[in-house]
């Protein structure tokens, strides 16, 4: 491959096989050994330091060259390398009893024993009281910035560098350096910035394995290994070497520095890379293997210590962040109106996460504490963090990258922490955070220029390092991770107040519900009591004239209409019924041998309780002439339909067929009137009425506003149609029958013994509670009726006696369906009031297992 046919990009460097350079640096020698300890590779200068060159030791056991007593040393420290990323020292040791001493670092580089050395010092000095007072320096410093600050002071103290910096990483790889301790006179990298590329993937990983990095030259002439491959053709892994040699491209990144010797040394909190110890020196520099391992140790030891601090600090502000969290849950429980407040909201909120403003979004509505987007962005913002990870807390710092258009409100909100508090449809607490508006200072330009360097088709190293500025805008603070974890724990909270709140409506709404239906039963028995009391006024006070007897008949008829209509606006919860319903209703009523003469088609309609009352009396008007003069009187047909217009009203047509001649009436009666006028007049429609001699034809404009369409799946509920209608009266049906009628209505208990009279019955009423046990008393009666409320009582008393007694009853109530009976009486029949002969008798027949005979 040619240099035109190489891909440059910015992954050249960390794919730079680092470990596995072949070299060491000049400062020392290397020997690799089998694990019996024979000599396999050696760095070419060994014979510099052992007198023999690499051919003459290669293949010999190592005793032949060193003292024993270093051998003896070295298989004790090997015993300790209990794991691959181990490195064992030895210091002050001489190679031959009259060598001067050596310091000897040892690992294992696959099954290779890897031993180097360099020239070390007799007294390496008080190591153990060097630390503790290098620790208690660390420890007296009151805050992060002064921990940083004399870390940087103490490796610069023990090591001699012109240069050292605390370097730490940033969650995106770029680090800042943080703390500094330099020479005076040669400035300052304090707050500098370096990209992520300044260090590679692989250097990353290296320093997790081997802590301590040193380049004692940066112009020294590296010293290859003998021989470089081994018999399967690889060379020697060099990732745990103190000699190990540089990469060019670091080389030539130093000099551009103008760096003429450096050493790394890593800090590893929580097993990750914090950052770096680096230290510059601008001449060589080599300081011994023991001051660079006491180093090393202190690096550990403020990793640790650094770690302590960042956990206490963590731990505090977690700890106020589950106390503020405790504060909102222990408020909103004393007065949930708070949740609607956003500034109270956002206090609570943001002193837990710092931010500029907070928004609240729930069930479409939303409100605003503090700086904050536009409205029809902050709508925009909430549609796309649906399209994020459902149900999590999601942060970013720029908010341009979750919709477009950011820009133009970045200066009020640039990053946002969105914290959902439901389910989809999601309904989100919001923070937002202004616009960081600031410079960063770069150690150079970030941007590397993509072009070969001298060291090959690669990236050149930056080339100036003179502090270089880039504005940075349309971005925020970044949430930190704890800030999210906060955020998740203000999360559950929030739920559990949602919830609880929810739950609170919820049960609120039952509460109302079911007061709306005691108040809607209420009132219908009280409707069905008055109107039962009316009808029994009418029909007790009639006196034995037929011209009377027939107007108490029409009367009680429409009155009857109207409960009819009202019992199914009642059973619908006072809310639209079928007009199905309506018409079939009436003519079982009052047509029940021509049921199947009305023919009626239409689509699915319901009408709203006024229109439902109005025209069940003019549908009643109509189906009783009909029975008395048009073509329900004979053997003819009524055709009754119903469609909606291009309006939206409702038409209803009347037609009889096949009836008698039809002659338009010499007077108009109340019930012409009805069907002439209520519809216009109660409902703002219209009436047509024509009296054809083939037969009546009615048509009738109901206004869209009183129709509604009901489902196709829903079922018509025709109340006790069948229970309705009239029977024909058989005065010796109930001979030698006894009947306690328990009622407490005067009138509508002679109404109920007018009926039972009738057809022949012996009544005994009562209208108490004691009264009815005092009649039991004295009688077994052959059947009961019992009104299931009597005053400020019951009848259930009444039941569970008759029940012991082996005497069948049915209950009558004005709340019908609705009635609430106990559980053992949960399966009696409940006649709807008011009494007619169809529903007091068929339920006596079905108490007797009688059945009338019909004429």
């Given at each position: 491959?040619?240099?035109?046919?190489?891909?440059v990009?910015l992954t050249?460097c960390d794919?730079?096989?680092?470990?596995l350079l072949g070299a060491?640096?000049?400062v020392g020698?290397?020997?690799a050994?089998?694990t019996?300890?024979i000599i396999?590779?050696?760095?070419?200068?060994?014979?510099?330091?052992?007198?023999?060159?690499?051919e003459?030791?290669?293949g010999?056991?190592l005793?032949d060259?060193?003292?024993?007593q270093l051998l003896h040393?070295l298989?004790?420290?090997?015993?300790?390398l209990?794991?691959?990323?181990?490195?064992e020292?030895v210091f002050?040791c001489p190679?031959r009893?009259?060598?001067?001493p050596?310091?000897i670092?040892i690992h294992?580089?696959?099954k290779?024993?890897?031993i180097e050395?360099?020239?070390g010092?007799?007294?390496?000095g008080?190591a153990?009281g060097?630390v503790r007072?290098?620790?208690?320096?660390l420890?007296?410093?009151?805050?992060?910035e002064?921990?940083?600050r004399?870390?940087?002071?103490q490796?610069?103290a023990?090591?001699?560098y012109d240069?050292?910096?605390?370097?730490k990483?940033?969650?995106?790889?770029?680090?800042e350096?943080?703390a500094?301790?330099?020479?005076?006179g040669?400035g300052?990298?304090k707050?500098?910035?370096?990209?992520?590329?300044?260090i590679?993937?692989q250097a990353?990983?290296?320093y997790?394995?081997?802590?301590?990095r040193?380049?004692?030259?940066?112009?020294?002439v590296?010293?290859?290994i003998v021989?470089?491959?081994n018999?399967h053709?690889?060379p020697?892994?060099?990732?745990?070497?103190?000699?190990?040699?540089v990469s060019p491209?670091?080389?030539?990144?130093l000099r551009?520095?103008?760096?003429?010797?450096s050493l790394?040394?890593?800090?590893?909190?929580?097993?990750?890379?914090?950052g770096?110890f680096?230290c510059?020196?601008y001449a060589?520099?080599s300081?011994?293997?023991?001051?660079?391992s006491?180093?090393?140790?202190f690096?550990?030891m403020?990793?640790l210590?650094?770690?302590?601090r960042?956990?206490?600090?963590?731990?505090e502000?977690?700890?106020?962040?589950r106390?503020?969290?405790?504060?909102l849950?222990?408020?909103?429980?004393s007065?949930?109106?708070?949740l609607?407040d956003?500034?109270?909201?956002g206090?609570?909120?943001t002193?837990a996460i710092?931010?500029d403003g907070v928004?609240?979004?729930i069930?479409?509505a939303?409100?605003f504490?503090?700086?904050?987007?536009?409205?029809?962005?902050?709508r925009?913002?909430?549609?796309?963090?649906?399209?994020t990870?459902a149900g999590k807390v999601y942060?970013?710092?720029?908010?341009?990258?979750?919709?477009?258009?950011a820009e133009?409100?970045?200066r009020e909100a640039?990053?946002?922490?969105?914290?959902p508090?439901?389910?989809?449809p999601?309904d989100?607490?919001v923070l937002f955070?202004s616009?960081?508006?600031?410079?960063?200072?770069?150690?150079g330009?970030?941007?590397?220029?993509?072009e070969y360097?001298?060291?090959?088709p690669r990236l050149?190293?930056?080339?100036s390092?003179?502090e270089w500025?880039?504005?940075?805008?349309?971005?925020?603070t970044p949430?930190?991770p704890?800030?999210?974890?906060?955020a998740?724990?203000?999360?559950a909270t929030l739920?559990?107040?949602?919830?609880?709140?929810?739950?609170e409506?919820?049960?609120e709404?039952?509460?109302?519900?079911?007061?709306?239906?005691?108040l809607?039963?209420?009132?219908n028995?009280?409707?069905?009591?008055?109107?039962?009391?009316i009808?029994?006024l009418?029909?007790?006070s009639?006196?034995?004239e037929d011209?009377?007897k027939?107007?108490?008949?029409?009367?009680?008829?429409r009155?009857h209409a109207?409960a009819?209509?009202h019992?199914?606006i009642?059973?619908?919860?006072?809310?639209?019924?079928?007009l199905?319903?309506?018409?079939e209703?009436?003519?079982a009523?009052?047509?029940a041998?021509?049921?199947?003469?009305?023919?009626?088609?239409?689509?699915?309609i319901l009408?709203n309780?006024q229109?439902?009352s109005?025209?069940?009396l003019?549908i009643h008007?109509?189906?009783?002439?009909?029975t008395?003069?048009g073509?329900?009187?004979?053997?003819?047909?009524?055709?009754l339909?119903?469609?909606?217009?291009?309006?939206?009203?409702?038409?209803?047509?009347?037609h009889?067929v096949?009836?008698?001649?039809?002659?338009?009436p010499?007077?108009k009666?109340?019930g012409t009137?009805?069907?002439?006028r209520s519809?216009?007049?109660?409902?703002?429609g219209s009436?047509?009425?024509?009296?054809d001699?083939a037969g009546?034809?009615a048509?009738?404009?109901?206004?869209?506003?009183?129709?509604s369409?009901?489902?196709?799946?829903a079922k018509?509920?025709i109340p006790?149609?069948?229970?309705i209608k009239?029977v024909?009266?058989?005065?010796h049906?109930?001979?030698?029958?006894?009947?306690?009628l328990v009622?407490?209505?005067?009138?509508?208990?002679?109404?109920?013994e007018?009926?039972l009279?009738r057809?022949?019955?012996?009544?005994?009423?009562?209208?108490?509670v004691d009264?009815?046990h005092d009649?039991l008393?004295?009688?077994r009666?052959?059947?009961?009726?019992?009104?299931?409320?009597l005053?400020?009582?019951?009848?259930?008393g009444?039941?569970?006696r008759?029940?012991d007694?082996?005497v069948?009853?049915?209950f009558?109530?004005g709340?019908?369906?609705?009635?609430?009976?106990?559980?053992?009486h949960?399966a009696?029949?409940?006649?709807?009031?008011p009494?007619?002969?169809?529903n007091i008798?068929?339920?006596?027949?079905?108490l007797?297992?009688i059945?009338?005979?019909?004429?």
């Amino acid at each position: 491959m040619t240099d035109g046919d190489f891909q440059v990009d910015l992954t050249n460097c960390d794919r730079e096989p680092i470990h596995l350079l072949g070299a060491i640096q000049p400062v020392g020698f290397l020997i690799a050994l089998s694990t019996d300890w024979i000599i396999q590779r050696t760095s070419a200068n060994v014979e510099d330091y052992l007198g023999h060159p690499p051919e003459t030791l290669i293949g010999n056991p190592l005793s032949d060259f060193v003292d024993p007593q270093l051998l003896h040393d070295l298989r004790n420290r090997c015993a300790y390398l209990v794991s691959s990323d181990t490195v064992e020292r030895v210091f002050g040791c001489p190679l031959r009893a009259d060598h001067a001493p050596f310091d000897i670092a040892i690992h294992f580089s696959g099954k290779q024993i890897v031993i180097e050395g360099e020239p070390g010092s007799k007294n390496p000095g008080d190591a153990t009281g060097t630390v503790r007072w290098m620790m208690a320096r660390l420890d007296s410093q009151p805050n992060l910035e002064g921990f940083y600050r004399e870390g940087a002071r103490q490796i610069r103290a023990l090591l001699g560098y012109d240069r050292v910096m605390v370097y730490k990483f940033a969650p995106d790889g770029h680090g800042e350096v943080v703390a500094e301790a330099a020479k005076p006179g040669i400035g300052s990298f304090k707050g500098l910035h370096y990209p992520a590329s300044d260090i590679p993937k692989q250097a990353r990983a290296l320093y997790l394995r081997n802590l301590i990095r040193i380049i004692h030259d940066v112009n020294g002439v590296p010293v290859p290994i003998v021989p470089a491959l081994n018999e399967h053709k690889q060379p020697l892994d060099l990732s745990l070497s103190v000699l190990r040699s540089v990469s060019p491209i670091h080389l030539e990144y130093l000099r551009n520095m103008g760096v003429g010797a450096s050493l790394s040394i890593s800090i590893i909190v929580d097993d990750k890379l914090w950052g770096l110890f680096a230290c510059h020196h601008y001449a060589p520099l080599s300081p011994t293997f023991e001051r660079r391992s006491l180093s090393e140790l202190f690096s550990q030891m403020f990793s640790l210590r650094l770690e302590s601090r960042e956990r206490r600090e963590l731990v505090e502000y977690e700890r106020r962040a589950r106390d503020i969290s405790d504060q909102l849950l222990g408020a909103v429980a004393s007065d949930e109106t708070l949740l609607n407040d956003p500034d109270w909201l956002g206090d609570i909120l943001t002193s837990a996460i710092p931010a500029d403003g907070v928004g609240v979004w729930i069930n479409g509505a939303y409100a605003f504490s503090g700086v904050t987007p536009p409205t029809d962005d902050f709508r925009r913002i909430i549609r796309a963090l649906n399209g994020t990870a459902a149900g999590k807390v999601y942060a970013t710092e720029h908010i341009g990258s979750l919709v477009d258009g950011a820009e133009a409100f970045a200066r009020e909100a640039s990053g946002l922490l969105a914290i959902p508090i439901s389910r989809s449809p999601r309904d989100y607490v919001v923070l937002f955070r202004s616009e960081m508006k600031e410079k960063v200072r770069w150690a150079g330009d970030p941007h590397k220029p993509i072009e070969y360097g001298p060291n090959g088709p690669r990236l050149t190293p930056r080339e100036s390092f003179a502090e270089w500025q880039e504005e940075v805008s349309g971005r925020s603070t970044p949430f930190t991770p704890s800030q999210m974890r906060v955020a998740e724990t203000l999360r559950a909270t929030l739920i559990e107040v949602v919830l609880r709140l929810a739950d609170e409506a919820a049960a609120e709404r039952h509460q109302a519900n079911a007061r709306q239906e005691l108040l809607i039963a209420e009132l219908n028995h009280r409707v069905r009591n008055i109107l039962g009391v009316i009808r029994g006024l009418i029909r007790q006070s009639q006196p034995d004239e037929d011209a009377v007897k027939d107007f108490v008949k029409v009367v009680d008829g429409r009155i009857h209409a109207l409960a009819r209509a009202h019992n199914q606006i009642t059973d619908d919860h006072w809310g639209p019924a079928p007009l199905e319903a309506l018409i079939e209703a009436e003519a079982a009523a009052f047509a029940a041998h021509k049921q199947n003469s009305i023919l009626a088609s239409g689509p699915p309609i319901l009408l709203n309780p006024q229109a439902y009352s109005t025209m069940a009396l003019v549908i009643h008007e109509l189906v009783t002439n009909s029975t008395k003069y048009g073509s329900l009187s004979g053997d003819g047909e009524v055709r009754l339909t119903w469609d909606r217009n291009h309006t939206g009203d409702l038409v209803i047509d009347w037609h009889e067929v096949k009836g008698p001649p039809v002659r338009k009436p010499t007077r108009k009666g109340f019930g012409t009137t009805i069907i002439d006028r209520s519809v216009p007049y109660d409902l703002g429609g219209s009436a047509q009425i024509e009296y054809d001699p083939a037969g009546v034809r009615a048509q009738f404009c109901i206004p869209k506003r009183h129709v509604s369409e009901r489902p196709l799946t829903a079922k018509v509920r025709i109340p006790h149609a069948e229970r309705i209608k009239d029977v024909p009266i058989q005065p010796h049906l109930l001979d030698d029958v006894s009947v306690l009628l328990v009622e407490d209505s005067l009138i509508i208990a002679l109404d109920a013994e007018d009926i039972l009279q009738r057809f022949g019955a012996q009544i005994a009423t009562a209208s108490t509670v004691d009264a009815a046990h005092d009649q039991l008393d004295e009688m077994r009666p052959d059947i009961a009726i019992l009104d299931i409320n009597l005053g400020d009582q019951n009848s259930f008393g009444i039941a569970d006696r008759l029940h012991d007694m082996g005497v069948p009853f049915f209950f009558a109530s004005g709340y019908g369906e609705q009635a609430n009976l106990p559980m053992e009486h949960r399966a009696r029949t409940v006649v709807q009031k008011p009494y007619t002969t169809g529903n007091i008798m068929r339920s006596v027949e079905d108490l007797l297992g009688i059945h009338p005979t019909v004429d």
